[in-house]
């Protein structure tokens, strides 16, 4: 099973409501990704999970909480957002963090659109 | 710091032309290099990978160097279809700590 999965595949919010976003893996893979897609851009790294520990944050504002019950799973907690927050956000995972050749599996994504 | 150029687009070719998208980096060291490609509405695929110089990756007729004399990794096609139509992402990875710098992307759409 080489599939990132990831729910809901569309969302919805106002800019009062908290929601969450979901990514599991299968692969036993030990590092996962969230990252931002705005349209033809490249994603944009946001976290980083390493061994199920958030190894890196990119700056990212506090109304994204990521989240990493254990290792095949990994939430994003969304609360308050703005409407430029709207975007695809991509989850990813890769066998582990270093090592330099390992690449990403990317799930399919998360289409949130804030209102 | 790490970046990765890649030609702009959109690039529109007919079924069966040769395709190619050029893919320069800059890097402080040795890092692996990577081709992701994008089809509307999903997420990214990784298309080919090459982890030291002179390595060629390659995967469903598309192959890439990588030329680190020119600090390269130009995709390549030799006949390309229409379901090839996609974004095609350019990366690499080089820290430990599994952050990977991408290109701008290029479209590709391929005509019949």
């Known amino acids: 099973d080489t599939e990132v999965t990831q729910t809901p595949k569309h969302l919805v919010m106002g800019m009062t409501n908290k929601k969450s976003l979901k990514c599991e893996q299968h692969?036993?893979?030990?590092?996962m990704y969230w990252y931002k897609q705005k349209a033809k851009k490249p994603p944009e790294l946001m976290f980083v999970?390493?061994?199920?520990?958030?190894?890196i944050n990119e700056s990212v504002p506090s109304r994204f909480s990521p989240e990493c019950p254990n290792s095949s799973l990994l939430n994003l907690h969304l609360h308050a957002l703005q409407p430029e927050d709207s975007a695809l956000y991509l989850c990813?995972?890769?066998?582990?963090?270093?090592?330099?050749?390992?690449?990403?599996?990317f799930g399919p994504g998360t289409r949130l659109t804030v209102t | 710091g790490d970046s990765v150029t890649q030609m702009e687009g959109p690039v529109t070719l007919s079924e069966e032309a040769f395709l190619t998208i050029n893919c320069t980096y800059t890097?402080?060291?040795?890092?692996?290099l990577f081709w992701y490609v994008q089809y509307p509405g999903e997420g990214l695929q990784l298309l080919l990978k090459?982890?030291?110089?002179?390595d060629k990756g390659s995967n469903k007729g598309f192959e890439a160097t990588y030329r680190k004399e020119t600090t390269s990794f130009h995709l390549e096609k030799g006949s390309v279809q229409v379901s090839d139509s996609a974004v095609y992402f350019c990366?690499?990875?080089?820290?430990?700590?599994?952050?990977?710098?991408f290109g701008d992307g290029t479209t590709l759409t391929v005509k019949p």
């Open positions: 890097a402080t060291g040795y890092p692996s």
């Open positions: 090459a982890t030291k110089a002179d």
């Open positions: 990366a690499l990875t080089y820290t430990n700590a599994g952050k990977s710098t």
């Open positions: 999970y390493s061994y199920e520990k958030l190894s």
């Open positions: 990813a995972s890769s066998q582990a963090p270093t090592g330099s050749s390992y690449e990403q599996y």
């Open positions: 692969m036993g893979h030990r590092a």
